[in-house]
């Protein structure tokens, strides 16, 4: 497994085994404690697994978390998933920088979003599966949404959008959302 940086967001990094592949199909190792402690991350820091599917089309995000944070390792372990990644961290060298991957099955890289980022993603196959390991138990009341169709952002989503949550629809912009946050 090697880890390299992600240049447009500072302390982002992309996790990404070596699979073994035989007639029975690939094992790859997904996480690995002392790969993520040779880049400074504590592997021990992360405290809940999660797990969505989505259909083709389906978009989820840009999602954050008020006051730490919240620092995640995400990985598409079936499926394609176009994922992006926002900086919102105004000390950070890289504010509001913005990175965007292609992780799938077929290489089970895992991203590492610093806490302060913003992350969401796209399902590019029928079927996506996105596993989340994150460094903090979940508390809806530090929930942060920022609109996914901001101008201001322009991801370029690459499929139209064939569902998101209420929430998702119903989000600010970013420049409210920071306005909010007093960024």
């Known amino acids: 497994?090697?880890?390299?940086?992600?240049?447009?967001?500072?302390?982002?990094?992309?996790?990404?085994?070596?699979?073994?592949?035989?007639?029975?199909?690939?094992?790859?190792?997904t996480f690995d404690a002392d790969v993520v402690r040779s880049v400074g991350l504590d592997p021990n820091a992360f405290v809940q697994d999660s797990l969505s599917r989505s259909a083709r089309g389906v978009l989820r995000g840009l999602h954050l978390r008020s006051g730490a944070g919240e620092a995640k390792l995400v990985r598409c372990s079936y499926g394609r998933v176009f994922d992006v990644v926002v900086d919102l961290r105004t000390d950070s060298p890289t504010y509001r920088g913005t990175a965007f991957f292609e992780l799938s099955d077929?290489?089970?890289?895992?991203?590492?979003?610093?806490?302060?980022?913003?992350?969401?993603?796209?399902?590019?196959?029928?079927?996506?599966?996105?596993?989340?390991?994150?460094?903090?138990?979940?508390?809806?009341?530090?929930?942060?949404?920022?609109?996914?169709?901001?101008?201001?952002?322009?991801?370029?989503?690459?499929?139209?959008?064939?569902?998101?949550?209420?929430?998702?629809?119903?989000?600010?912009?970013?420049?409210?959302?920071l306005r909010l946050q007093g960024s």
């Open 1 to 29: 497994m090697t880890a390299t940086e992600v240049p447009a967001i500072a302390g982002a990094y992309l996790f990404e085994p070596t699979p073994h592949t035989d007639e029975r199909g690939f094992f790859c190792r």
């Open 106 to 177: 077929a290489t089970q890289a895992t991203l590492y979003v610093p806490a302060g980022c913003a992350h969401g993603f796209q399902a590019l196959t029928d079927t996506a599966d996105v596993s989340y390991r994150i460094d903090r138990p979940h508390d809806p009341a530090e929930d942060v949404t920022i609109a996914f169709d901001d101008p201001e952002l322009a991801i370029p989503w690459p499929l139209p959008v064939t569902s998101t949550s209420r929430r998702d629809r119903e989000a600010p912009p970013l420049a409210q959302v």
